[in-house]
Protein backbone atom coordinates (compact mmCIF):
# COMPACT_ATOMS: atom_id res chain seq x y z
CA UNK A 1 0.00 0.00 0.00
CA UNK A 2 1.61 3.72 -0.83
CA UNK A 3 2.07 6.16 1.62
CA UNK A 4 1.15 9.77 0.31
CA UNK A 5 2.45 12.27 2.67
CA UNK A 6 1.31 15.79 2.34
CA UNK A 7 3.09 18.35 4.36
CA UNK A 8 2.80 22.15 3.98
CA UNK A 9 2.94 25.10 6.46
CA UNK A 10 -0.15 26.69 8.50
CA UNK A 11 -2.74 27.81 6.05
CA UNK A 12 -0.79 26.49 2.72
CA UNK A 13 -4.10 24.14 1.68
CA UNK A 14 -2.85 20.67 3.37
CA UNK A 15 -6.30 20.01 4.18
CA UNK A 16 -7.60 20.88 1.07
CA UNK A 17 -4.76 18.74 -1.00
CA UNK A 18 -6.07 15.59 1.61
CA UNK A 19 -9.99 15.99 0.61
CA UNK A 20 -9.07 16.49 -3.58
CA UNK A 21 -7.51 12.84 -2.65
CA UNK A 22 -10.05 11.49 -0.33
CA UNK A 23 -12.64 12.36 -2.44
CA UNK A 24 -11.22 9.59 -4.83
CA UNK A 25 -11.93 6.93 -2.35
CA UNK A 26 -8.44 7.02 -0.71
CA UNK A 27 -8.51 6.55 3.41
CA UNK A 28 -6.73 8.85 5.49
CA UNK A 29 -4.92 9.96 8.77
CA UNK A 30 -4.42 13.57 9.96
CA UNK A 31 -1.88 13.18 12.04
CA UNK A 32 -3.17 16.43 14.04
CA UNK A 33 -6.05 14.31 14.88
CA UNK A 34 -4.31 11.44 16.21
CA UNK A 35 -2.17 13.42 18.38
CA UNK A 36 -5.60 14.80 19.61
CA UNK A 37 -6.76 11.21 20.64
CA UNK A 38 -3.44 10.28 22.42
CA UNK A 39 -3.94 13.14 25.13
CA UNK A 40 -7.52 11.52 25.91
CA UNK A 41 -5.26 8.86 27.00
CA UNK A 42 -4.76 8.40 31.09
CA UNK A 43 -1.31 7.23 30.76
CA UNK A 44 -0.55 10.50 28.69
CA UNK A 45 -2.69 12.87 30.88
CA UNK A 46 -0.90 11.77 33.54
CA UNK A 47 2.68 12.26 32.73
CA UNK A 48 1.36 15.47 31.27
CA UNK A 49 -0.02 16.47 34.73
CA UNK A 50 3.54 15.67 36.00
CA UNK A 51 5.15 17.55 33.36
CA UNK A 52 3.13 20.83 32.85
CA UNK A 53 0.94 20.94 35.67
CA UNK A 54 -2.96 20.91 36.90
CA UNK A 55 -3.48 24.68 35.13
CA UNK A 56 -3.48 22.62 31.14
CA UNK A 57 -6.58 20.86 32.47
CA UNK A 58 -10.02 21.82 32.36
CA UNK A 59 -12.51 21.49 34.67
CA UNK A 60 -14.03 18.78 32.85
CA UNK A 61 -10.76 16.50 33.21
CA UNK A 62 -9.64 16.89 29.55
CA UNK A 63 -6.54 18.38 28.33
CA UNK A 64 -6.94 21.78 27.09
CA UNK A 65 -5.17 22.01 24.00
CA UNK A 66 -4.87 25.40 24.07
CA UNK A 67 -3.37 25.69 27.63
CA UNK A 68 -1.01 23.12 26.88
CA UNK A 69 0.06 24.28 23.89
CA UNK A 70 1.18 27.91 25.79
CA UNK A 71 3.41 26.28 28.10
CA UNK A 72 4.31 23.35 25.55
CA UNK A 73 5.37 26.02 22.82
CA UNK A 74 6.97 28.73 24.98
CA UNK A 75 10.71 26.98 24.49
CA UNK A 76 11.94 24.80 22.43
CA UNK A 77 13.24 22.45 25.89
CA UNK A 78 9.04 22.59 26.83
CA UNK A 79 8.33 21.60 23.20
CA UNK A 80 11.12 18.45 23.75
CA UNK A 81 9.11 17.73 26.88
CA UNK A 82 5.90 17.22 25.27
CA UNK A 83 7.33 15.26 22.37
CA UNK A 84 9.09 12.81 24.61
CA UNK A 85 5.19 12.19 26.08
CA UNK A 86 3.50 12.22 22.87
CA UNK A 87 5.16 11.15 19.78
CA UNK A 88 5.53 7.52 20.75
CA UNK A 89 1.91 6.77 21.80
CA UNK A 90 0.93 9.14 18.21
CA UNK A 91 3.79 6.66 16.01
CA UNK A 92 1.99 3.47 17.63
CA UNK A 93 -1.63 4.97 16.93
CA UNK A 94 -0.43 6.14 13.97
CA UNK A 95 1.06 2.20 13.10
CA UNK A 96 -2.13 0.59 14.01
CA UNK A 97 -4.75 2.39 11.34
CA UNK A 98 -1.85 2.38 8.45
CA UNK A 99 -1.72 -1.59 9.12
CA UNK A 100 -5.89 -1.83 9.25
CA UNK A 101 -5.88 0.20 5.94
CA UNK A 102 -3.55 -1.98 4.51
CA UNK A 103 -5.46 -5.41 5.63
CA UNK A 104 -8.67 -3.44 3.81
CA UNK A 105 -6.76 -3.59 0.81
CA UNK A 106 -6.32 -0.06 0.25
CA UNK A 107 -4.01 0.84 -2.88
CA UNK A 108 -2.79 4.02 -1.28
CA UNK A 109 -3.18 6.40 2.15
CA UNK A 110 -3.33 10.13 2.30
CA UNK A 111 -1.36 11.24 5.66
CA UNK A 112 -1.55 14.67 6.51
CA UNK A 113 1.68 15.65 8.22
CA UNK A 114 1.88 19.30 9.63
CA UNK A 115 4.79 19.12 12.53
CA UNK A 116 7.35 17.57 9.61
CA UNK A 117 10.96 18.14 9.54
CA UNK A 118 12.46 15.97 7.28
CA UNK A 119 11.85 12.52 6.04
CA UNK A 120 14.09 10.87 8.23
CA UNK A 121 12.81 12.18 11.73
CA UNK A 122 9.45 11.79 11.27
CA UNK A 123 6.59 9.31 10.47
CA UNK A 124 7.22 10.68 7.11
CA UNK A 125 10.30 7.51 6.74
CA UNK A 126 8.11 5.43 5.41
CA UNK A 127 6.36 7.40 2.84
CA UNK A 128 6.19 6.30 -0.86
CA UNK A 129 5.33 10.01 -1.73
CA UNK A 130 6.14 13.27 0.25
CA UNK A 131 3.68 15.55 -1.30
CA UNK A 132 5.11 19.32 -0.33
CA UNK A 133 1.86 22.31 -0.61
CA UNK A 134 3.40 25.37 -0.09
CA UNK A 135 1.94 29.08 -0.92
CA UNK A 136 3.47 32.61 -0.13
CA UNK A 137 3.79 33.75 3.60
CA UNK A 138 1.20 36.55 3.89
CA UNK A 139 -1.64 34.59 1.89
CA UNK A 140 -0.80 31.62 4.41
CA UNK A 141 -1.29 34.17 7.27
CA UNK A 142 -4.42 35.65 6.09
CA UNK A 143 -6.26 31.88 5.77
CA UNK A 144 -5.07 30.77 9.03
CA UNK A 145 -6.22 34.30 10.88
CA UNK A 146 -9.70 33.63 8.92
CA UNK A 147 -10.07 30.17 10.01
CA UNK A 148 -10.14 31.34 13.46
CA UNK A 149 -6.63 31.78 14.78
CA UNK A 150 -4.86 34.89 16.19
CA UNK A 151 -2.31 36.46 13.66
CA UNK A 152 0.29 36.69 16.25
CA UNK A 153 -0.34 32.93 17.10
CA UNK A 154 -0.20 31.98 13.63
CA UNK A 155 2.86 33.63 13.01
CA UNK A 156 4.85 32.22 16.02
CA UNK A 157 3.93 28.80 14.43
CA UNK A 158 4.64 29.61 11.67
CA UNK A 159 8.47 30.79 12.51
CA UNK A 160 8.75 27.42 14.66
CA UNK A 161 7.84 25.54 11.38
CA UNK A 162 10.40 24.93 8.64
CA UNK A 163 10.94 27.07 5.42
CA UNK A 164 8.85 26.18 2.35
CA UNK A 165 12.62 26.20 0.50
CA UNK A 166 13.22 22.53 3.58
CA UNK A 167 9.51 21.10 2.19
CA UNK A 168 10.93 21.23 -1.21
CA UNK A 169 14.13 20.07 -0.72
CA UNK A 170 12.20 17.08 1.45
CA UNK A 171 9.30 16.41 -1.32
CA UNK A 172 8.94 14.06 -4.45
CA UNK A 173 6.01 16.50 -6.01
CA UNK A 174 5.47 20.35 -4.74
CA UNK A 175 2.27 21.93 -5.76
CA UNK A 176 1.88 26.07 -5.51
CA UNK A 177 -1.37 26.72 -3.73
CA UNK A 178 -1.59 30.65 -4.88
CA UNK A 179 -5.10 30.36 -5.92
CA UNK A 180 -8.39 29.05 -5.50
CA UNK A 181 -9.04 25.76 -3.72
CA UNK A 182 -10.54 24.07 -6.85
CA UNK A 183 -7.06 25.32 -8.78
CA UNK A 184 -5.27 23.15 -5.92
CA UNK A 185 -8.08 20.44 -6.22
CA UNK A 186 -7.61 20.07 -9.87
CA UNK A 187 -3.68 19.77 -9.45
CA UNK A 188 -4.12 16.89 -7.03
CA UNK A 189 -6.71 15.39 -9.18
CA UNK A 190 -4.49 15.54 -12.61
CA UNK A 191 -1.31 14.22 -10.23
CA UNK A 192 -2.89 11.01 -9.12
CA UNK A 193 -4.59 10.38 -12.20
CA UNK A 194 -1.10 10.14 -13.82
CA UNK A 195 0.17 8.17 -10.15
CA UNK A 196 -2.59 5.94 -9.78
CA UNK A 197 -1.70 4.12 -13.36
CA UNK A 198 1.81 3.45 -11.54
CA UNK A 199 0.71 1.09 -8.71
Known amino acids: MKKLFI ?3 MGAGKSTARKALVEQGLPYVD ?3 VGH ?5 DTVKDEIRETFGDDVFGEDGAIDRK ?22 RIEELFSDRI ?9 AVVVEQSVFKNRQGSLAYCADVVIAIIAPLELRV ?3 VASGFSEVDVRRRIARQITDADRIEAADVVFSNDSTPEV ?9 KEYEKTI
Open 31 to 33: LDH
Open 184 to 192: LRDKMLNWW
Open 99 to 107: DEFERQGNK
Open 67 to 88: KLAAKAFASPAETRKLNRITLP
Open 7 to 9: IGG
Open 142 to 144: ERA
Open 37 to 41: EVLAW
